[in-house]
C-alpha cells in the first residue's frame, strides 16, 4: 500500500497512538489502513465413497489437484463460500455436514475452513478453473500431486476419521518447512 | 474505496474479465482491490468454574461486557490472536483448550472465533480497552447487559454444554433481528 484509499494522498508506515503495531496512516487524512487476514473457504465433496477433486487450471500450483476452495466473499457466510467455490470449480452441488478442518497458515495470513459435503445426485462437472474433476477412491488419490498442504491434511484426517465415522473438527497450524509427506 | 492504493489514480466499480462480483479497480494500473471478510477471534477464559468478562471501555457497545476478543492480525494464528486479545483486554494469559464457537455475520462480513481457556493462576487485570473485568458465577452473569449475539451464544452454549463437560465445536449464523433472549 503506497496511496490512501480514501482521499489518495500517499501514506506512511507508523504506530498509530494507541497501537502497538505498525500500520499504513495517510499522511493527509490520517486514515487508519488495516490489512488482515483473509480466509479461505472450501468442501470436502464425496459421493458414494469417493472423494470429488479439482485438477487446478490457474496458479498456483497449475496442473496439480485440489479440494474445491477459494476467498470467501463479503456478505456470505463460511458455509455459502464453501458452497459457491465447489459449484464455481467443480460444477457439484453439496449438502453440507458441518466443518470439518480449520488450518493457520500465518506465514501469509490466510486461515483454511473445510466442511464435509455429499456431492447431490453425484453430479459434477469442471469449472473454469479447473483443468478437469474426477472422484477418487481412497487408493487413488494422487497424494503426490495435490496442490497444498491443506488438501494433503484435509485428506488424511478424512480417511482416518472415516475408520470410526466421527468427524470432530479439526484445527492445525501449517508452517513451513512442512513436514514430510 | 475512492483511489487505488497501490498507484493514487481513482478506482471505478466494475466486474473485472473472468469474474462475477463487483470490484474496486484502478484507471490507470488496472489493479484489482479484494476487500474480505475479517476474523475476530477470543476466549472463553475460565478459572474455578467462573467466567472472566471485561466491560469496554470503548464503543461500539461502550459499558457493556464482552469476552475478550479483538481483529485477528496478519502474522498470526487465530489462537494466537485469541490469546493475545485476551492479554490486552483483561491482563490475562490462559491455557487454550481449543476452538469452541464460530460465528458467521454476513451483513457485517465478519467471522468470529472463540477458543475456550482456562486462566493462568487466575491472574487478571484491566486492560486499556476495558473499564473493569471480573469472574462471574454462571448465576451472576450480567445477561441483559452483555455487548454482543456472539458472547452471549457463547456463554449459553458453554453453561449447556458444561453439563456434560463435551464441547464440540459449535458454528452459528448471527443475523439481525436476533433471537430473543
Chains 1, 2 share one sequence.
Not at 4 to 30: A, M
Not at 134 to 163: G, V
Request: glycine share 8%.
Amino acid at each position: 500500500m503506497k496511496f490512501c484509499s480514501e482521499c489518495g494522498s500517499q501514506v506512511s508506515v507508523k504506530i498509530p497512538e494507541g497501537d502497538n503495531r505498525e500500520r499504513h496512516v495517510c499522511t493527509d487524512c490520517g486514515v487508519i489502513h488495516y490489512i488482515n487476514p483473509r480466509i479461505i473457504a472450501g468442501t470436502l465433496p464425496v459421493y458414494e465413497g469417493k472423494v470429488l477433486l479439482c485438477r487446478r487450471a490457474i496458479e498456483p500450483r497449475k496442473g496439480y489437484w485440489t479440494l474445491p476452495a477459494g476467498f470467501m466473499e463479503n456478505g456470505e457466510t463460511t458455509a455459502q463460500a464453501a458452497a459457491r467455490e465447489t459449484i464455481e470449480e467443480a460444477e457439484a452441488e453439496v449438502d453440507l455436514h458441518g466443518l470439518y478442518t480449520v488450518f493457520n497458515l500465518p506465514h501469509i495470513s490466510q486461515v483454511y475452513m473445510f466442511f464435509r459435503g455429499e456431492v447431490i445426485e453425484g453430479k459434477y462437472g469442471v469449472g473454469v478453473e479447473s483443468l478437469e474433476t474426477q472422484l477418487f477412491e481412497e487408493q487413488d488419490i494422487p497424494w503426490n500431486e495435490l496442490a497444498f498442504p491443506t488438501i494433503y491434511r484435509t485428506l488424511k484426517l478424512y480417511f482416518e476419521d472415516r475408520k470410526t465415522e466421527q468427524y470432530p473438527v479439526r484445527i492445525e497450524d501449517l508452517q513451513p518447512p512442512y513436514r514430510k509427506h
